[in-house]
């Protein structure tokens, strides 16, 4: 069930970068596995799955030492800086910098493992009150301010389109993430690429790949839905 959701997804992000021309090389699939247990991540690590998402700190200590090493954690929920010290170590990408004292944090925390953090700012496009996430023109002055921390790595930008019925509805979303990145990227800021453009969830990552995103997370469509009676 699991590998053939999967398959299908794979399918879906191929077929949308083949609409634009785009190599499906460029686009890595997040395996959204929050909430769901050990046992199907193994089913989706068996069918190649390697990058899962996780939205809670306590769910990727209580996984991460189950699953199989090759796994790419990525942290994708809100971030409390009191926790970044318990997956520093364990994450391979967080995607959910909004504050200046949370970079500060994870610069700290990295420093002291002596690693060096990937990172992605999220960028609350829509400005939707319930999610987190800067504003589009607080970015730049974001980036200014933490780039030249020199445990994280600033790969680019990540968000969380509004729910809609009709996919259609978050293209304008997406294109004015990439055209944000693109400038971005244009300033040549020292330590700091715009490489991934983190966006598309179950509902829309197609269109997500369409209009450029290179990570899309998808959850409901790999794992089924999700039950919060736990
Ligand atoms: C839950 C979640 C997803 C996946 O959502 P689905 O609609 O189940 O694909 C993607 N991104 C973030 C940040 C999430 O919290």
């Not at 247990?37 to 998402?53: I, M, S, T």
């Not at 690693?115 to 987190?132: T, Y």
């Not at 969380?160 to 259609?168: Q, S, T």
Request: proline share 3%; with cysteine; hydrophobic share 40%.
């Amino acid at each position: 069930m699991i590998a053939e959701n999967l398959q299908q997804v794979r399918n879906n992000i191929v077929r949308a970068c083949q609409a634009v021309g785009r190599d499906p090389e460029e686009v890595t699939l997040v395996a959204v596995s929050k909430t769901k247990p050990v046992e199907l991540l193994k089913e989706a690590y068996d069918a190649d799955a390697r990058v899962f998402g996780e939205n809670k700190v306590q769910e990727i200590m209580e996984k991460y030492d189950k699953l199989p090493d090759d796994i790419q954690w990525h942290m994708i929920g809100h971030l409390q800086r009191n926790k970044v010290k318990y997956i520093v170590d364990k994450v391979s990408l967080i995607h959910s910098v909004d504050s200046v004292r949370l970079a500060e944090t994870i610069e700290q925390e990295a420093a002291r493992h002596n690693v060096r953090i990937p990172v992605l700012i999220e960028v609350n496009v829509a400005e939707e009150e319930s999610k987190f996430g800067v504003k589009m023109e607080e970015v730049l002055p974001l980036l200014q301010q933490i780039c030249e921390f020199p445990h994280l790595e600033i790969r680019g930008l990540m968000t969380i389109a509004p729910y809609v019925e009709n996919p259609e509805d978050n293209r304008e979303i997406f294109r004015q993430l990439k055209k944000l990145s693109v400038d971005i990227a244009a300033k040549n800021i020292n330590n700091i690429t715009m490489s991934v453009l983190s966006m598309g969830m179950t509902g829309d990552y197609e269109v997500a790949v369409q209009e450029g995103a290179t990570m899309v997370r998808v959850g409901t469509g790999i794992f089924g839905e999700r039950e919060y009676l736990r």
